[in-house]
């Protein structure tokens, strides 16, 4: 008698239970690894450990609060940390949510992730994703083993992030850390800080605070449905590659980089997006083998503006406020439209 009283308790319950993720709005989960689903061998280790090792379902039944905020549903796209990210995981992650957020009964997409190249994704998804609706892209500093571990956090505030009509059409957002930030501006600013990711001078979006979410501003530059890049059919990207400037530098890098097939080389450049002199001769003659050259700064802020004229005559593109490694996304994604230097500078001042 008891047993089937037991039963059908259960029933009522797993019936009410469904009933209430029926009626809550649905957030997909996509894992891509890091130290989010990070393991070490104590609490205490917060350096050393092994990320990407938990599955999704794990870091979601962690958290059992998410459950009362949205019916949330867990894909592992893969398990890697994020050191180890590809252009294919970046394309499967842009397709994923474009087929995910065209399905009415989606409200939004969580990207767990790892933090080393999270701005990249953020950047990507921002220039790829044909939609309004919000993709909040996470991670965390601590492994999922750890003593305040901060993956569970910001876990709980992505996914509210996801459901809220307030965090639509204001881009890719990045949360960690109880602070919103915009995915084409934020950048990892500390090696093991939790506080690692901040925007420089444009400053944050909002704040998470007594489990509200507070937008103050919204990022100005074209971003997902308003932007022109569609990568729904392309299975690959042009090569571009980074050159990091320094004191005695030269031209075997850009030689390298040209010899290897680079479409586009962005060159991280000193300042104002200044060129060595014996590394400018190089990159000249890139350009005049049909390499597009896009002058970034390893300042880590500002805008890379006209600086020598004869930049300008040698071909070079301003890369304007995107630090190098965003830079060389978008100029990857214009590389798939166009190789005219007009069109493509456009674009750096549009995106
Ligand atoms: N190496 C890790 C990764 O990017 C670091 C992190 O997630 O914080 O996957």
Redesign the pocket.
């Not at 690894?33 to 989010?36: A, F, L, M, V, Y």
């Given at each position: 008698m008891n047993f089937k009283k037991t039963i059908i308790a259960g029933m009522i319950s797993l019936a009410a239970g469904l009933a209430m993720a029926a009626d809550l709005p649905q957030v997909a989960i996509l894992a891509t690894?890091?130290?989010?689903a990070?393991t070490a061998s104590s609490n205490t280790q917060m350096t050393g450990y092994k990320?990407?090792e938990l599955a999704i379902q794990t870091l979601i039944d962690a958290v059992p609060a998410v459950k009362e905020f949205a019916d949330v549903k867990g894909e592992q796209i893969v398990k890697i940390?994020?050191?180890n990210l590809t252009d294919e995981v970046l394309l499967k992650l842009a397709k994923r949510c474009n087929e995910l957020l065209a399905d009415p009964k989606v409200s939004g997409v969580v990207i767990t992730h790892?933090?080393?190249?999270l701005e990249e994704t953020a950047f990507f998804l921002n220039l790829t994703v044909k939609s309004k609706k919000p993709v909040v892209v996470i991670?965390?500093?601590r492994p999922a083993t750890a003593i305040s571990a901060d993956g569970p956090v910001n876990l709980l505030n992505a996914v509210k992030l996801a459901v809220d009509p307030k965090a639509q059409n204001r881009g890719v957002l990045v949360a960690l850390n109880d602070q919103i930030s915009a995915g084409r501006d934020v950048t990892k600013t500390n090696t093991t800080n939790v506080a690692t990711f901040n925007s420089h001078d444009l400053g944050f979006l909002g704040y998470i605070a007594g489990g509200k979410n507070y937008f103050l501003r919204n990022p100005a530059m074209r971003h997902t449905w308003q932007s022109e890049f569609d990568v729904s059919k392309i299975e690959s990207l042009p090569r571009v590659d980074i050159l990091y400037s320094h004191a005695n530098d030269d031209r075997v890098l850009a030689d390298a980089s040209v010899a290897a097939g680079a479409k586009g080389i962005v060159h991280a450049g000193s300042g104002n997006g200044s060129v060595h002199q014996a590394t400018e001769a190089g990159l000249a003659d890139a350009v005049k083998k049909g390499v597009t050259v896009v002058l970034s700064s390893r300042t880590g802020s500002g805008i890379v503006c006209p600086n020598f004229g004869r930049y300008f005559q040698e071909g070079f593109i301003e890369g304007r406020s995107l630090n190098p490694q965003k830079a060389r996304l978008l100029l990857q994604l214009a590389l798939t439209k166009t190789n005219d230097p007009k069109e493509i500078a456009r674009m750096f001042e549009e995106y």
């Open positions: 690894g890091g130290t989010i990070g990320a990407g940390s994020s050191n790892g933090t080393d190249t991670g965390a500093m």
